[in-house]
């Protein structure tokens, strides 16, 4: 179905890799992948944030080969 837009839009960034879409889409497949490992709040953001972590343990193992492939989404 087509989009209508009935009121004002705000984008304030767009990264290279980043999408935009209105409207019909079959498929949006990301261009790159990026895995991060932070503790308990680490990746919070906003206004008025308060965070209270006594204990936080981060598990960086990962056996795998490849998480996200995206060699055909180029």
């Not at 984008?11 to 895995?35: E, R, W, Y």
Request: net charge negative; no cysteine.
């Amino acid at each position: 179905m087509p989009s209508f837009i009935s009121g004002p839009i705000k984008i304030t960034h767009v990264s290279g890799d980043g999408t935009v879409n209105f409207g019909d889409v079959l498929q949006i497949a990301p261009k790159s992948t990026l895995k991060s490992n932070t503790g308990s709040g680490g990746s919070n953001n906003g206004d008025f944030l308060q965070t209270n972590t006594f204990a936080s343990f981060t598990n960086t193992s990962d056996p795998d080969v490849a998480d996200s492939n995206t060699a055909a989404n180029n």
